[in-house]
């Protein structure tokens, strides 16, 4: 007979500010990408109704005007998404506190403060694994995550 083994991997640990923002650009990077893009392809075409001519030289300048403010849109997009990042991290304080995780056969235990939460490994719904994290998603917006190094 054989015997199932109970593995059991422990991380402990803080999420900084640092670590928080990776994840939420991770997690955001197809709005910023998408509105890159829908604003690229709206703006070129309003570009190419403004001027009138050959079509071979109005839309490659249309493409590079659109580009140059489609890019400074995303900017203002990107730091606007990194000041409500900033806000909800410093108004959350239990995700400030040390949290420990405990990952076995059956699930993931987490621990922060006084509190426990079991999830079992059927429960998540969309794994993705990056050069420094684990992001784990049990909804749409709620992941797990955790910083390998």
């Not at 490659?60 to 990042?85: C, M, Q």
């Not at 995780?101 to 794994?127: C, E, H, K, M, P």
Request: with cysteine.
């Amino acid at each position: 007979m054989t015997q199932d083994k109970q593995i059991e991997v422990t991380a402990t640990g803080t999420l900084t500010f640092k670590d928080y923002l990776k994840h939420n650009r991770y997690h955001q990077r197809k709005i910023v990408i998408g509105y890159f893009i829908t604003a690229l392809l709206v703006l070129t075409y309003m570009c190419t109704r403004l001027f009138s001519g050959d079509w071979i030289l109005i839309v490659p300048i249309s493409f590079i005007i659109a580009l140059i403010i489609a890019g400074f849109f995303t900017l203002i997009l990107i730091i606007g998404l990194r000041i409500r990042i900033r806000r909800e991290y410093s108004s959350d304080q239990l995700i400030k506190s040390e949290l420990t995780y405990i990952f076995d056969n059956v699930g993931i235990t987490q621990n922060v403060r006084r509190s426990n939460s079991s999830l079992d490994w059927n429960d998540i719904l969309v794994a993705h694994e990056h050069y420094e994290m684990f992001r784990l998603y049990i909804s749409k917006n709620k992941a797990y995550t955790k910083e390998i190094f």
